[in-house]
């Protein structure tokens, strides 16, 4: 059984900091890009940050270049998210996603691309 399991959210003030977890199994995680994207009420899924297989290669969205961070560990099945210098605009649910991909393919900023999706976790930034 395929799961995604992000953890770490919480309740923060701005200017701080939390660092976002996601937990994979039931499939070869070594073989799938991951991404975080995140949903504010009332607005569109968007792409926070993805890395590609061997964790070498990130992108980010313009809007958390230089504040967040995504990371994996392949030996532990998970990838992370550090966010930084967190803004009240930066509030949403997070959610993290797996995209199966060859070795050589660059990870997207697509959403419909991506195979699995977590449940999310709450991210609330008060000002």
């Known amino acids: 059984q395929v799961r995604l399991v992000e953890s770490g959210g919480g309740l923060v003030q701005s200017g701080g900091s939390l660092r976002l977890s996601c937990a994979a199994s039931g499939f070869t995680f070594q073989h799938y890009a991951m991404g975080w994207f995140r949903q504010a009420p009332g607005k569109e899924r968007e792409f926070v940050a993805n890395?590609?297989?061997?964790?070498?290669?990130?992108d980010y969205a313009d809007s958390v270049k230089g504040r967040f961070t995504i990371s994996r560990d392949n030996d532990r099945k998970t990838v992370y998210l550090q966010m930084n210098s967190l803004e009240p605009v930066d509030t949403a649910l997070y959610y993290c996603?797996?995209?199966?991909?060859?070795?050589?393919?660059?990870?997207?900023?697509?959403?419909?691309?991506?195979?699995?999706w977590g449940q999310g976790t709450q991210v609330t930034v008060s000002s």
């Open positions: 890395i590609n297989r061997s964790g070498g290669t990130a």
């Open positions: 996603a797996a995209d199966r991909k060859i070795l050589s393919a660059p990870s997207s900023r697509d959403y419909s691309e991506y195979d699995y």
